[in-house]
């Protein structure tokens, strides 16, 4: 199988975004995006996905934050869909459960090719230090748009909105590397009885 990488850069008047993709990496993430809470969710997904991710993002932050985070979503959703290429081999389906202390989250990801996005988590709070947190749909929404996948998310348990998302995060990194992975008992063929996705 080839190299399994990508990058993918995207410029707009709100922002300018350079995301590159390892599937075959070590857990390496390397963030310039000044916001560092997302910077530190988004390493959650490398360590436990054990994929290198890096993110170069200059956005108009000084309105807020929407954009930049959107964007980044979006930008690593494409990256994200090049690196796997037309699937063959790959075992579609992931699924992760992932406690922190009180929380416990679910994720569930279909490498379908139809973006679908089914997102169940409240917050206790509004904000995480300077963060806001219904920018973390905006995120996922961004990315699987943009990858063609189908991701289910549900948070199931917890008080602490930190612990919350980290669950999430690292569930959806853990899915991620099972989906992500090859399955040699497929043979080369693509996991669809359509023979594509």
């Known amino acids: ?11 707009t008047n709100e922002t300018q975004i350079t995301v590159a993709v390892n599937l075959d990496g070590s857990g390496v993430g390397e963030f310039s995006t000044g916001l560092p809470f997302l910077e530190h969710m988004l390493d959650q997904v490398c360590r436990h996905g054990l ?3 890096g993110v170069k993002a200059t956005g108009d932050l000084q309105i807020d934050a929407h954009h930049t985070v959107e964007d980044i979503g979006i930008t690593l959703g494409q990256a994200l869909a090049q690196a796997w290429g037309d699937k063959t081999g790959l075992r579609r389906y992931g699924h992760a459960y992932v406690p922190l202390d009180e929380a416990l989250s679910r994720v569930v990801i279909d490498l379908s090719g139809r973006p679908g996005l089914d997102y169940h988590v409240q917050f206790p709070r509004a904000r995480i230090g300077e963060f806001d947190v219904d920018l973390f749909y905006e995120f996922f929404q961004g990315l699987i748009n943009h990858a063609h996948i189908t991701v289910h998310i549900d948070a199931l348990r ?40």
């Open 51 to 53: 994929i290198d991710i």
């Open 158 to 197: 917890g008080r602490n909105a930190h612990h919350i998302i980290e669950t999430i995060f690292k569930a959806f990194g853990r899915a991620l590397r099972m989906a992500c992975e090859v399955d040699t008992r497929l043979g080369g063929a693509v996991p669809s009885t359509k023979g594509s996705l």
């Open 1 to 11: 199988m080839s190299e399994r990488r990508a990058r993918v850069e995207r410029n």
